[in-house]
C-alpha cells in the first residue's frame, strides 16, 4: 500500500506561522507527522512512498496551481491512496486539507482520506462531512492520537481494497 501524505509548513516540520509562505514541494520520503503515520502503515504492510507540503498561505493565494500540481504528482508516483492531515484543530490547514481532497475526488481515482478534528473546525466539518472521508483526530496536543493514526491505516486499507467503508465512517469519522 503506496501512501502519499500532504501536510501544511507546520507538520511537516519546515516552520510554524511565520513560514505559511511556503511554497509546495515534496520528498520521498514521510517528513514531520507523516513519520509516526508510517510507523502504523508498516504494520499494514504500507508505506509513505512521499510527503507533499505547502504553506497554508502559499495554499490560499495558489489554490489550483497546488491542487493540479499534488494530483498530477500523486498519479505521477502511483500512490493508492493520498492522506491529508492530520491537521489537528489547525483551521487554516484544515480548510486547505478539505479543498485538496474535493479536488482529488473530482479529479483522480486515487481515493483520499482527510485527518482532522473538530475543534475551531465544526463549520468546516459539517460543510464537507456528507462528501469527504474526514478521520476523527485530537486537537493538538489532545489525547487519543495513537486510536486516530490506527484509525487512518484502517482507512487507507479500506479505500485501497474498495470495501464498504460504511461501517468504519460511522465508527471514525464524522457523519
Given at each position: 500500500m503506496k501512501v502519499i501524505v500532504?501536510?501544511?509548513?507546520?507538520?511537516?516540520g519546515l516552520g510554524g506561522k511565520e513560514?505559511?509562505?511556503?511554497?509546495?514541494?515534496?520528498?520521498?520520503?514521510a517528513m514531520g507527522s507523516a513519520e509516526t503515520l508510517e510507523k502504523n502503515l508498516k504494520k499494514a504492510n504500507g508505506e509513505v512512498i512521499g510527503t507533499f507540503y505547502c504553506g497554508t498561505d502559499y495554499y490560499h493565494k495558489n489554490a489550483e496551481v497546488v491542487q493540479s500540481k499534488f494530483t498530477k504528482m500523486a498519479e505521477k508516483m502511483e500512490a493508492d491512496v493520498v492522506v491529508i492531515g492530520p491537521t489537528y484543530d489547525y483551521p487554516e490547514f484544515?480548510?486547505?486539507?478539505?479543498?485538496?481532497?474535493?479536488?482529488?475526488?473530482?479529479?483522480?481515482a486515487i481515493p483520499v482520506l482527510v485527518a482532522t478534528a473538530v475543534e475551531k473546525n465544526e463549520e468546516l466539518v459539517t460543510q464537507y462531512k456528507e462528501d469527504l472521508t474526514i478521520i476523527k483526530v485530537p486537537k493538538k496536543g489532545g489525547t487519543g492520537l495513537s486510536?486516530?493514526?490506527?484509525?487512518?491505516?484502517?482507512g487507507c486499507e479500506l479505500s485501497?481494497?474498495?470495501?464498504?467503508m460504511t461501517e468504519f465512517k460511522s465508527q471514525y469519522c464524522f457523519s
Open positions: 500532504i501536510l501544511d509548513q507546520i507538520q511537516s513560514r505559511a509562505d511556503t511554497e509546495l514541494g515534496g520528498k520521498r520520503i484544515s480548510t486547505m486539507a478539505c479543498e485538496l481532497a474535493t479536488y482529488f475526488q473530482g479529479n483522480s486510536d486516530s493514526l490506527k484509525a487512518i491505516v484502517k485501497v481494497n474498495k470495501a464498504d
